[in-house]
Structures are given as structure tokens and as C-alpha cells.
């Protein structure tokens, strides 16, 4: 085995080993800076959170999507734990109405196929009926 395998090598289990942390650090900076408010409105329109990620957040798991392996870890109920901190009356929200959660499992994938290259089918849930909006004042 020579320098440059060993060192691919290398760099792909560390990147594997850091996703999460990265993945992490780039939804943190993005939903800390959301308004409640706009973000109950996200879920009503089903707004795409990759296409509020900033280009370089983008480009950054795009980049690294093929060498992160199984990303069976990235779901919901990891990135509300993860967001907790940064913003938590929004996972409170996403929380107690069923709506934002299953909106959140969309973005959650949609964010995966982006990340591994795959198509997504669009799936929208337009305004809900059942549970109305929560007040966010």
C-alpha cells in the first residue's frame, strides 16, 4: 500500500467518523437563525431546508455525500436533539404538531438525496386541516 491509498484511507473513516458533527454544525447555524414564526410558515408552504442552506453548506455535503457511507443515523429525531440547543422553541414545535414532524421527515430526506446524489418524488402537505397551526406568539 502506498502513501496516497493509506492516506484516502485515512481521510474517508475520519470524514465517516465526523459527519454527524458536521451535518450537525451546518442544520444548527441554519435553524438557529429561523424565527418561530417564519418557521411555522416553512412548514405551511413545505419550504425546503436545502434550499435555505447556504451554497457552501451545500457544496460542503455534496462534496463529501459519497464518502459518508450509511446515513441511517440522519433522521428527525436526530436533528431535534441536535437542535435542541440552538433552537428550541422549534423543536418544541416540531414536537406537538404531528404536521411539522412529518415535514421534517420529508426535508430529512430530501436533504439525504441531495447529499448522495438520488432523486427525490415532490410530496407536499399544503395547510393542515386537522391540527391547526399553534399559536407562536
Known amino acids: ?22 451535518l450537525k454544525g451546518a442544520m444548527e447555524e441554519y435553524l438557529g437563525k ?6 411555522t410558515q416553512y ?7 436545502w434550499d435555505e ?4 453548506n ?8 459519497p464518502k459518508l457511507g450509511d446515513l441511517g443515523w440522519f433522521n428527525s429525531e436526530w436533528l431535534m ?3 435542541v440547543d440552538s433552537a428550541p422553541g422549534i423543536v418544541s414545535l416540531l414536537i406537538g404538531w404531528p404536521e411539522g ?12 438525496a441531495h447529499i448522495l446524489g438520488e432523486v427525490t418524488n415532490e410530496r407536499p402537505i399544503g395547510i393542515p386541516t386537522e391540527n391547526p397551526v399553534p399559536n407562536t406568539d
Open 81 to 83: 436533539e441536535s437542535a
Open 101 to 112: 414532524k412529518e415535514w421534517l421527515d420529508r426535508q430529512i430526506d430530501d436533504i439525504k
Open 1 to 22: 500500500m502506498n502513501l496516497n491509498t493509506l492516506g484516502s484511507s485515512f481521510f474517508a473513516g475520519s470524514l465517516i467518523h465526523f459527519a454527524p458533527d458536521i
Open 34 to 39: 429561523i424565527p418561530l414564526k417564519d418557521f
Open 53 to 56: 442552506l447556504t451554497a457552501d
Open 43 to 49: 412548514i405551511i408552504e413545505d419550504k425546503k431546508l
Open 58 to 65: 451545500q457544496n460542503i455535503l455534496i462534496d463529501f455525500g
